[in-house]
T-cell receptor, first 119, second 113 residues
């Protein structure tokens, strides 16, 4: 079974600064997807960024980028030029790409990291 | 395009009762997944439905069940409620099973007294 670990329960950053959230995962599969989701106080889960394991290039979405290290099974999220609206719980998630697997479609989440942004 | 909607948003029940939660996916989406979120266990996968069939099931007791209708709307049912069932229940929809982004609804907050 796959597991996702976020070792930082809480992180804080000053507005306009850069912060990196860590995520490691364990899997025996070679093809999968990784995601970072944001959950603000409203509880609405919002997809921030996704990475396909077969792609060596790190995904980027505006101020959000990832550092995907497949051999190390590491998937960190970097938020540049942090804004007050970035304050939220961030979840790292894994999903298999194996269409024949029984867990196809299931997201496995980490425990989450609460990000505080100071003005 | 309207997002994923969940009803009701808040629910209070007592132990032993049963509850039904509803999820309407984004138009055109045929896959619906359900997750339970609690402070202690985090986000856990309950089940996934695709074209009215349960494709996957998480490690939850049989008191948790669900179904999907021909219009892709889904319901989940919890019978004989326990205090530990108090949680935020999130529904997510995607175009097809597995290979597409899942869009989440706002959740239903269930409190069991």
């Amino acid at each position: 079974a796959q597991t996702v670990t976020q070792s930082q329960p809480e992180m804080s950053v000053q507005e306009a600064e850069t912060v990196t959230l860590s995520c490691t995962y364990d899997t025996s599969e070679s093809d999968y997807y990784l995601f970072w989701y944001k959950q603000p106080p409203s509880r609405q889960m919002i997809l921030v960024i996704r990475q396909e394991a077969y792609k060596q290039q790190n995904a980027t979405e505006n101020r959000f980028s990832v550092n995907f290290q497949k051999a190390a099974k590491s998937f960190s999220l970097k938020i540049s030029d942090s804004q007050l609206g970035d304050a939220a719980m961030y979840f790292c998630a894994y999903r298999t790409a194996n269409a024949g697997g029984t867990s196809y479609g299931k997201l496995t989440f980490g425990q989450g990291t609460i990000l505080t942004v100071h003005p | 395009k309207a997002g994923v909607t969940q009803t009701p948003r808040y629910l209070i029940k007592t132990r032993g009762q049963q509850v039904t939660l509803s999820c309407s996916p984004i138009s055109g989406h045929r896959s619906v997944s359900w997750y339970q979120q609690t402070p202690g266990q985090g986000l856990q996968f309950l089940f996934e439905y695709f074209s009215e069939t349960q494709r996957n099931k998480g490690n939850f007791p049989g008191r948790f069940s669900g179904r999907q209708f021909s219009n892709s709307r889904s319901e989940m049912n919890v019978s004989t409620l326990e205090l530990g069932d108090s949680a935020l229940y999130l529904c997510a929809s995607s175009k097809e099973t597995g290979n597409n982004e899942q869009f989440f609804g706002p959740g239903t907050r269930l409190t069991v007294l």
